[in-house]
């Protein structure tokens, strides 16, 4: 089912009565979401993202703008009569209820001509808990479950109606590290086989590059960009989107353009032809530097940090907006550790250059 | 480790000694006093031991009037308390405009004086020969014939007893509940609400067992309450409760002790006995039931 977001715009009023007027929670929201993608809306906290999914489920009602469902309208339609799945950031398991009862709760709900048999709902419980793999657990109670365990039962309970789109809110935040990255997988499987278009919230942006088809950044109820993970991630629009994504993070250094040139104080580093002078932010992916004797960028060497695949080389700089410059390079590379100052060279298009005031990309 | 459980018994001991003194001693004596036979408080001295006091209160048709009161009272008072409770608590979490007032409004009996409520009660239902009462007039206003609620028929004084007594009880039952509903994560109505589910199945299939615990405490606690009824009783029918045929279990008791009647510290022992059995029976099987019905 394709969904698509036109102008969708959430505002609240003030809870600040002195300052008054509106606080803008979602703003301008417009995406068609294909059929059958994973999309993960991604930003920090307070950003609108789970204000959007909240949206997109009718749980809360749009200020202006539209929400389609494929051909139908459903902007004022209530989340019953959308035919979505919801799974909540703490599950919203009933704690009184067996998994097979908390799986069968939205089956049991329907009336009229669509009311099931209690063996047809069985059935559908437990086509529903083998996909994601609980069917071993269905006499259970949530209290008796692990986390990941519960996560998947709410993963059931959502999909047992066969939703024509998937919401999952901050799906793998109660998980603990390991699991997450299992369980994330599992999301990314369970979405293939059923090939449910899927909407997931989340402000990890690992979580959010590693299994989404799209991501979407949101900053303060606005877009930033939409796009695949990796074009985001090498394309950034603005510093903010630079800065979102990427662990570790990217570097900012204070620099300017001069005469076709980048410089980080006085080191060109790259060329940016087409760019007028002035003063910019320059950001650099840790992979972007190369370890070079004779390299135009000149730090001072802090320290260097194994991580056994790779190496990362912490060094200063005096133009850096962040305490150190983390460069990450191949470990066959040999680092003399002796010496006080290190120098790299910059693969060309690894350089992002952001207006110094806007923060908007500039294309070299 | 030997050490440190002597330190914790040694932090323990004020509360001990006073629950000793003040709990555990005046319970054993009690137990004494109820099987010591015909036992005279003035001279200290009694024939001999034997369970002739159970005998004689359980005989004793003021006592058996009584027990029917309480009876009566705990089975009418605490389920429909309860219930009305219940409902009240679900219309003012439904509300969302002046919420608070409603909530201060219904707590204000809570705070408010037994008798100063019982005082009022007689206004409403009392009928004297200057007065017929404001229930009476309402009662004549329809076409209904007075009826006099404090010294007339039994069912019309249980009636009083029974809607006084509920009315006390509600606002504390109000707050719990309340309370208890807010409680509720959001999370899972809105689960709800996605899935279709229907007011009635909401509140039936997880509103209520998610308060169950809380409606457990109430009914355990109500039924204790009624059993205990006394001062709620004098203050609408007076301290005579054996002529106006409208006395609880605490208030034999009571009488046993100080009344006209009084005098009889091993009957008053004997009764309390008794009513300590019958509390302890219905809390154990209330307890049971909440083993199966309470999810927690």
Redesign the interface.
């Known amino acids: 089912m394709k969904v698509v977001l036109q102008n969708l715009t959430k505002k609240y009023p003030n809870r600040n009565k002195k300052i008054g007027g509106e606080v803008t929670a979602v703003g301008d929201f417009n995406f068609e979401i294909p059929d059958g993608q994973l999309i993960g809306l991604l930003g920090p906290s307070g950003c609108g993202k789970s204000t959007t999914l909240n949206l997109i489920?009718?749980?809360i009602k749009p200020t202006s703008g539209k929400i389609w469902f494929g051909e139908t309208d459903v902007t004022n339609l209530?989340?019953?009569?959308r035919g979505?799945?919801?799974v909540?950031?703490?599950y919203?398991l009933?704690?009184?209820l067996t998994v097979r009862q908390n799986i069968t709760?939205?089956l049991?709900?329907?009336k009229g001509d669509k009311k099931l048999s209690r063996e047809v709902m069985n059935d559908k419980a437990l086509e529903a808990a083998k996909l994601v793999q609980i069917d071993h657990l269905m006499d259970r109670?949530p209290s008796e479950l692990s986390g990941g365990q519960q996560q998947r039962v709410a993963i059931a309970?959502a999909l047992v109606?066969v939703p024509r789109v998937l919401l999952l809110d901050e799906p793998l935040s109660n998980l603990d590290a390991r699991l997450r990255l299992q369980t994330r997988e599992e999301i990314r499987r369970i979405q293939q086989e059923t090939g449910v278009t899927t909407i997931f919230v989340t402000h990890d942006q690992e979580e959010a590059m590693s299994i989404s088809d799209m991501i979407v950044v949101m900053k303060d109820g606005y877009v930033q960009q939409i796009g695949k993970p990796q074009d985001v991630y090498d394309d950034p629009v603005n510093l903010f989107v630079a800065k979102f994504l990427g662990t570790p993070p990217i570097n900012v250094f204070e620099g300017k353009v001069k005469g076709g040139k980048v410089y980080v104080g006085n080191d060109a580093i790259g060329d940016a032809a087409n760019v007028s002078d002035q003063d910019v932010w320059i950001g650099i992916r840790p992979e972007g530097f190369i370890l070079d004797e004779n390299g135009p960028l000149h730090c001072n060497m802090e320290r260097v940090e194994v991580m056994g695949r790779d190496v990362s080389i912490v060094s200063t700089n005096p133009c850096s907006a962040n305490v150190t410059v983390r460069s990450i390079i191949s470990s066959d590379i040999k680092v003399d550790r002796t010496k006080t100052d290190v120098r790299f060279s910059v693969k060309p298009h690894k350089i992002c250059i952001f207006n110094k005031d806007t923060e908007e990309r500039i294309h070299i | 480790m030997e050490n440190k459980s002597m330190k914790g018994w040694l932090y323990l001991l004020p509360a001990l000694i006073f629950l000793g003194v003040f709990m555990v001693y005046p319970l054993i004596d009690v137990f004494i006093y109820s099987v010591e036979e015909g036992y005279n408080s003035a001279s200290q001295s009694f024939y001999g031991y034997g369970a002739y006091n159970f005998s004689y209160v359980l005989h004793d048709t003021y006592f058996l009037q009584a027990i029917r009161n309480t009876f009566l009272l705990v089975v009418i008072t605490v389920p429909i308390s309860t219930g009305i409770a219940l409902l009240l608590a679900l219309a003012i979490t439904s509300i969302e405009k002046f919420k608070d007032i409603y909530q201060t409004v219904f707590f204000l009996p809570y705070v408010t004086n037994t008798l100063a409520i019982g005082l009022v009660f007689m206004i409403l239902f009392k009928k004297t020969a200057y007065s017929e009462g404001m229930v009476n007039m309402l009662i004549m206003a329809v076409g209904g014939s007075s009826i006099d609620f404090i010294d007339g028929p039994y069912w019309a004084k249980m009636f009083v007893l029974c809607f006084y007594t509920i009315w006390v009880v509600l606002p504390f039952k109000i707050l719990i509940l309340t309370s208890s509903l807010a409680s509720v994560?959001q999370?899972?109505y809105?689960?709800?609400?996605?899935?279709?589910?229907?007011k009635w199945?909401i509140f039936y299939?997880?509103t209520l067992?998610?308060i169950s615990p809380s409606i457990f405490y109430l009914i355990i606690t109500g039924f204790i309450g009624a059993f205990k009824a006394y001062s709620d009783v004098v203050a609408l029918f007076g301290t005579n409760l054996n002529s106006a045929g409208m006395n609880t279990i605490v208030g034999y008791v009571y009488d046993m002790l100080y009344g006209d009647s009084g005098g009889y510290p091993s009957y008053a022992a004997a009764a309390a006995l008794i009513l300590f059995a019958i509390v302890l029976t219905i809390t154990c099987i209330n307890m049971l039931v909440r083993r199966k019905y309470v999810?927690?």
């Open positions: 489920s009718g749980l209530p989340p019953e009569n979505i799945g919801l909540f950031q703490n919203a009933y704690p009184h709760f939205p049991e709900n329907l109670k309970r109606k | 994560n999370d899972y809105n689960a709800a609400r996605v899935d279709g589910t229907s199945r299939k997880i067992p998610m999810y927690i």
